[in-house]
């Protein structure tokens, strides 16, 4: 359906790797040995499953997309990041001697978000305070209970307003998480239900943090995968704050202060390196 370039260098092995790391069993399914993902995309039309196979010098996308190939394209270039200049971001970040060996390992890494924001967000929530596998657990119970199944057998994670109207008993015990988590994700699908924007180049810090139970993690992860804000920072990341050496999130941020106004990838190239099973 569609043939996307990508400006090289493109690391393509860590991108599918943090595809592979984040999959949301039921929804989507990563082929490390093909470097290929299939998935549903929601687009304005309902959602479309397409397989995308990454290459170094471009993405392929195939599927139906009835008409929608330009909203594909733009949603995968986002999605992957594949719009970064990765040249010039590279450059500043190898000035540094702990960031230097994995530029020259992984040269053009991109930062990898998600295809849907909603499904992100939620899928932060439960990611709160856990293992990134037990996050994984929990978004993959509530999408068998609430999801959509679609032809392909793929399932369409839930709507916010189907999430919003969900007991909290019911999505807590379905979940199999903390009371305050469950009330956490209604309260995020109700925002979103009721207009919030979780869209590349979304302002919205102030309206997320304004949510029960969500902290600076969780909204500076939203801002580096889901918004595209390429300084964002979770400063109070333990896998970051482990790879740094840093005793807080303060001091973990002081230690980053250098990398801006690129800091979104300098967090990707220690993920990789440390929680991708990249080597």
Sequence with gaps: MLRIPVRAPFAVDAAVAALAAHALPGAERVDRARRCV?????????PAEVSVRLAADHVAVSGE???AEEEVAALVRHWLGLDADVARIDAVLAADPLLEPLVAARPGLRV???ADGFEGAVSTVLGQQVSVAAGRTFAARLLAE???PQPGGLVAFPAPKVLAAAPLEELRTAVGVPRPRARTVRALAAAVADGLPLRPGAEVRGELLALPGVGPWTVEHLALRAFGDGDAFPSGDLVLRRALGAESAAAAAERARGWSPH???AVFHLWTATAYGVR
Excluded: K
């Excluded at 299939?38 to 309902?46: I, Q, T």
């Design 146 to 148: 609430y999801g959509e």
């Design 65 to 67: 997309a009835g008409g």
């Design 263 to 265: 800091r979104a990838h």
């Design 112 to 114: 990898v978000g998600w």
């Design 38 to 46: 299939r998935r549903l995309l929601p687009l304005a039309g309902g």
